[in-house]
Structures are given as structure tokens and as C-alpha cells.
């Protein structure tokens, strides 16, 4: 993604979280209402504005054993190091 795309993306996403929270003034509902003219604009509007969908998403991120995720991590580094070490110690890096 482009840094202009990336920059309108989280402009739209700041307009999208002020519209929930009721505190979009009326230029930047015009700015966001332009912008959900155009079809896959407004279905994903409607996706990010589904409260349903919010209470599902906030479900699941609430369920994830953060702890277990860390030390997934911790360890694919931990044997990547090794791995890296390793290889440079094997004379001629492994070639023949």
C-alpha cells in the first residue's frame, strides 16, 4: 500500500471511529460520507459499524492466551539464533 493509500486509510478509519463515538463534526461526516458513496466503501463501513460483529471481534481478541503467544514467539527467535549460529559455525557455511 502506498504511503498516500496508507495515509487516506487511517484518515478514513479516524472518521469511522469519530462517526461511532458521535463526535464527527459536519465537515468530516461530509468527508465520510463521500467517501461510502462508492459500493465496497460502504459495505465495509457497514462491516466495521456492525455492532454485532465489534462484540465478536472484542470476544475473541479477549480470549487469546497472550502469555502463550509470547513464548511461541520467544522461542522462533530462540531457534532461529541457534540455527543462525550454527550455520556460521559449520566450516565454509555448509557448501562444499
Same mark, same amino acid.
Given at each position: =500500500?502506498?504511503?498516500?493509500?496508507?495515509?487516506?486509510?487511517?484518515?478514513?478509519?479516524? /472518521?469511522? /471511529?469519530? *462517526? =461511532?463515538?458521535?463526535?464527527?463534526?459536519?465537515?468530516?461526516?461530509?468527508? /465520510?460520507?463521500?467517501?461510502?458513496?462508492?459500493?465496497?466503501?460502504?459495505?465495509?463501513? !457497514?462491516?466495521?459499524?456492525? *455492532?454485532?460483529?465489534? =462484540?465478536?471481534?472484542?470476544?475473541? /481478541?479477549? *480470549?487469546?492466551?497472550?502469555?502463550?503467544?509470547?513464548?511461541?514467539? !520467544?522461542? !522462533?527467535?530462540?531457534?532461529?539464533?541457534?540455527?543462525?549460529?550454527?550455520?556460521?559455525?559449520?566450516?565454509?557455511?555448509? !557448501? *562444499?
Amino acid at each position: =500500500m502506498t504511503d498516500l493509500k496508507t495515509g487516506r486509510a487511517f484518515k478514513v478509519a479516524r /472518521l469511522i /471511529l469519530k *462517526s =461511532m463515538q458521535r463526535r464527527i463534526s459536519a465537515e468530516e461526516c461530509d468527508e /465520510l460520507h463521500g467517501w461510502s458513496l462508492k459500493k465496497e466503501n460502504f459495505k465495509l463501513y !457497514k462491516e466495521l459499524t456492525d *455492532s454485532d460483529k465489534i =462484540m465478536e471481534a472484542v470476544h475473541e /481478541l479477549s *480470549s487469546v492466551d497472550t502469555e502463550a503467544a509470547w513464548q511461541k514467539i !520467544k522461542d !522462533k527467535i530462540y531457534t532461529e539464533a541457534i540455527e543462525d549460529a550454527t550455520e556460521a559455525a559449520t566450516p565454509n557455511n555448509g !557448501k *562444499s
